[in-house]
């Protein structure tokens, strides 16, 4: 309520052109912003989504729950942001993680049609992933892609994300239920963090 959250994660990457940090209760029109901008472009890529995706006050509610998954860690939804943290240049969610004897998430990420081609989501992927290993210890990263997009699946290959399956109809994006290439990637060099 005072902008003080003791237990809230304050993960701040650093790249060579970008900062790669969580989102936090402020960003409402920083996200607003980016899927405004980027609606017709990603509109093949994702879910549908209504008008209040578009929305800065309809974030409030969606930001507020995003860092109280960050407090528990659960996930962890990253904002790709220029230098000077002024405008969001692309997404990376790290959902669905799990603990115990899997120490697994989902992979997610989005990047705005104007920073295509640039190798940033590359860029900021080498980052979030190397944190999510050594400081979540996070095993298993699964990331998957529909079969047409290419450069998404080059770009997980790049990662060194392995394909370990094909499954129908998998998400409804855009309104229709579309097919997936699963892959992953495991961390050899995996310990268990001790609290």
Not at 2 to 28: C, H, I, Q, W
Not at 52 to 62: A, D, I, L, M, V
């Amino acid at each position: 309520m005072f902008g003080y959250r003791s237990n809230e994660p304050k993960v701040r990457l650093v790249t060579e052109r970008m900062v790669v940090r969580l989102a936090y209760e402020r960003d409402g029109y920083r996200l607003a912003d980016y899927y405004s901008e980027n609606k017709d472009f990603l509109k093949p890529w994702e879910p549908t989504r209504d008008s209040s995706h578009f929305n800065p006050s309809s974030w409030n509610n969606r930001l507020q729950l995003m860092s109280e998954l960050h407090r528990q860690g659960n996930a962890f939804h990253f904002l790709l942001l220029d230098s000077q943290e002024n405008e969001v240049m692309g997404v990376a969610n790290f959902s669905n993680v799990l603990r115990g004897a899997f120490h697994a998430c989902y992979l997610g990420y989005s990047l705005g049609e104007k920073w295509q081609g640039q190798g940033l989501m590359y860029e900021a992927l080498v980052q979030s992933i190397r944190y999510m290993q050594q400081h979540q210890g996070i095993h298993r990263i699964m990331a998957n892609y529909m079969p047409h997009n290419i450069r998404s699946g080059d770009l997980l290959a790049r990662l060194g994300f392995e394909r370990e399956g094909y499954a129908k109809q998998y998400l409804q994006i855009d309104g229709q239920w579309r097919d997936h290439v699963l892959t992953a990637l495991t961390y050899e060099k995996w310990k268990s963090l001790k609290s």
